[in-house]
Protein backbone atom coordinates (compact mmCIF):
# COMPACT_ATOMS: atom_id res chain seq x y z
CA UNK A 1 0.00 0.00 0.00
CA UNK A 2 1.07 3.57 -0.94
CA UNK A 3 0.95 6.19 1.33
CA UNK A 4 1.00 10.17 1.10
CA UNK A 5 2.16 12.17 4.47
CA UNK A 6 2.05 15.51 4.05
CA UNK A 7 3.78 18.56 6.38
CA UNK A 8 4.19 22.08 7.32
CA UNK A 9 1.05 23.47 7.37
CA UNK A 10 0.06 26.20 9.92
CA UNK A 11 -1.02 29.92 10.58
CA UNK A 12 0.93 32.63 8.49
CA UNK A 13 0.85 36.03 8.23
CA UNK A 14 0.30 37.98 5.16
CA UNK A 15 3.48 38.13 3.28
CA UNK A 16 4.72 35.15 5.02
CA UNK A 17 6.52 31.74 3.60
CA UNK A 18 5.71 28.30 4.50
CA UNK A 19 7.03 25.17 3.15
CA UNK A 20 5.13 21.85 2.65
CA UNK A 21 6.26 18.41 2.48
CA UNK A 22 5.21 15.13 0.47
CA UNK A 23 6.40 11.84 1.44
CA UNK A 24 5.83 8.85 -0.55
CA UNK A 25 6.14 5.27 0.93
CA UNK A 26 5.22 2.45 0.24
CA UNK A 27 5.97 -0.25 -2.41
CA UNK A 28 7.07 2.33 -5.11
CA UNK A 29 8.60 1.08 -8.22
CA UNK A 30 8.30 4.70 -9.62
CA UNK A 31 5.86 8.16 -9.62
CA UNK A 32 4.81 9.55 -12.37
CA UNK A 33 3.70 13.41 -11.39
CA UNK A 34 3.18 14.50 -7.81
CA UNK A 35 1.36 17.81 -7.41
CA UNK A 36 -0.78 19.76 -5.05
CA UNK A 37 -4.01 20.54 -4.88
CA UNK A 38 -5.74 22.67 -2.25
CA UNK A 39 -9.98 23.27 -1.15
CA UNK A 40 -10.98 26.80 1.24
CA UNK A 41 -14.11 26.30 2.94
CA UNK A 42 -16.91 26.24 0.41
CA UNK A 43 -15.22 25.90 -2.42
CA UNK A 44 -13.89 23.26 -4.63
CA UNK A 45 -10.53 21.10 -4.57
CA UNK A 46 -8.28 23.19 -7.12
CA UNK A 47 -4.98 22.29 -8.52
CA UNK A 48 -2.04 24.65 -7.16
CA UNK A 49 0.95 23.05 -8.85
CA UNK A 50 2.36 20.03 -10.59
CA UNK A 51 5.56 18.47 -11.34
CA UNK A 52 6.28 15.18 -14.36
CA UNK A 53 9.34 12.82 -13.32
CA UNK A 54 10.67 15.66 -15.34
CA UNK A 55 11.83 19.34 -14.67
CA UNK A 56 8.57 20.97 -16.34
CA UNK A 57 6.13 22.44 -13.80
CA UNK A 58 2.95 23.47 -13.98
CA UNK A 59 0.93 26.52 -11.48
CA UNK A 60 -2.26 28.17 -11.37
CA UNK A 61 -2.09 31.54 -12.38
CA UNK A 62 -3.08 32.65 -9.03
CA UNK A 63 0.01 31.65 -7.31
CA UNK A 64 2.60 31.84 -10.42
CA UNK A 65 5.47 33.88 -9.24
CA UNK A 66 4.85 33.35 -5.55
CA UNK A 67 5.11 29.62 -5.09
CA UNK A 68 7.57 26.57 -6.21
CA UNK A 69 7.03 23.26 -6.64
CA UNK A 70 9.69 20.99 -6.30
CA UNK A 71 10.76 17.18 -5.49
CA UNK A 72 13.40 14.77 -4.76
CA UNK A 73 13.17 11.26 -6.32
CA UNK A 74 16.05 9.51 -4.17
CA UNK A 75 13.27 10.56 -1.44
CA UNK A 76 9.98 10.25 -3.23
CA UNK A 77 8.79 13.62 -1.53
CA UNK A 78 7.19 16.67 -3.15
CA UNK A 79 8.00 20.17 -1.59
CA UNK A 80 6.11 23.36 -2.34
CA UNK A 81 7.54 26.51 -1.03
CA UNK A 82 4.81 29.09 -0.81
CA UNK A 83 6.23 32.73 -0.63
CA UNK A 84 4.18 36.05 -0.10
CA UNK A 85 1.19 34.80 1.35
CA UNK A 86 -2.18 36.23 1.11
CA UNK A 87 -5.60 35.58 3.19
CA UNK A 88 -7.10 33.58 -0.20
CA UNK A 89 -4.28 31.07 0.00
CA UNK A 90 -6.25 29.93 2.72
CA UNK A 91 -7.01 26.32 1.99
CA UNK A 92 -6.55 22.51 3.24
CA UNK A 93 -3.42 21.65 0.75
CA UNK A 94 -3.47 18.37 -0.15
CA UNK A 95 -0.54 16.31 -2.00
CA UNK A 96 -1.52 14.07 -5.06
CA UNK A 97 1.03 11.29 -6.96
CA UNK A 98 0.58 8.90 -9.45
CA UNK A 99 2.41 5.93 -8.58
CA UNK A 100 3.68 2.86 -10.46
CA UNK A 101 3.93 -0.01 -7.86
CA UNK A 102 6.64 -3.10 -7.71
CA UNK A 103 3.29 -4.87 -9.06
CA UNK A 104 2.99 -2.90 -11.95
CA UNK A 105 -0.73 -1.41 -11.24
CA UNK A 106 -0.92 2.10 -11.59
CA UNK A 107 -2.00 3.94 -8.53
CA UNK A 108 -3.20 7.83 -7.89
CA UNK A 109 -2.78 8.18 -4.50
CA UNK A 110 -3.76 11.42 -2.11
CA UNK A 111 -2.53 12.90 1.23
CA UNK A 112 -4.64 13.25 4.56
CA UNK A 113 -4.23 17.02 3.65
CA UNK A 114 -2.59 19.87 5.87
CA UNK A 115 -4.01 23.25 6.60
CA UNK A 116 -3.00 26.59 6.07
CA UNK A 117 -4.20 29.37 7.27
CA UNK A 118 -2.89 33.16 6.33
CA UNK A 119 -4.51 35.47 8.72
CA UNK A 120 -3.01 38.83 10.66
Known amino acids: QVQLVESGGGLVQPGGSLRLSCAASGSIFSINHMGWYRQAPGKQRELVAV???????TYANSVKGRFLISRDNAKNTAYLQMNSLKPEDTAVYYCNAMVVEHSGRYLEVWGQGTLVTVSS
Open 51 to 57: IPSGSST
